[in-house]
């Protein structure tokens, strides 16, 4: 059973930067596709950035509300993803999540318990 754990989360100012990080129970992340969501309050859970697995090289993306600002990556030493999050808005306050979906005969999908991120000055 995989579980995340998420940290990294808090309240910054507008213009200011946070990393958060997702930390998975010893499971290798380097096979997975991996997802960070934001859920804003009265808002859907929307996705913020994703790496997919591929051969030829990680597929990543991003909302276009954080290209440019927003930079996913994973450490699959540590078993760790990342979300360096800079030049943060208050539109950025949300929860964040980490999400990790394992394929297989039957697709598991796991998530993190989710961080607060507070953008106010």
């Known amino acids: 059973q995989l579980q995340l754990v998420e940290s990294g989360g808090g309240l910054v100012q507008p213009g200011g930067s946070l990393r958060l990080s997702c930390v998975s129970s010893?499971?290798?992340?380097?096979?997975?596709?991996i997802t960070w969501f934001r859920q804003a309050p009265g808002k859907e859970r929307e996705i913020v950035a994703s790496i997919r697995f591929s051969f030829r090289g990680d597929i990543i993306s991003y909302a276009d509300s954080v290209k440019g600002r927003f930079t996913i990556s994973r450490d699959s030493a540590k078993h760790t993803m990342y979300l360096q999050m800079s030049r943060l808005k208050p539109e950025d306050t949300a929860i964040y999540y980490c999400?990790?979906?394992?394929?297989?005969?039957?697709?598991?999908?796991?998530w993190g318990q989710g961080t607060q991120v507070t953008v106010s000055a």
């Open positions: 999400n990790v979906v394992v394929p297989g005969p039957v697709e598991s999908i796991y």
């Open positions: 010893g499971f290798p992340l380097g096979w997975y596709a």
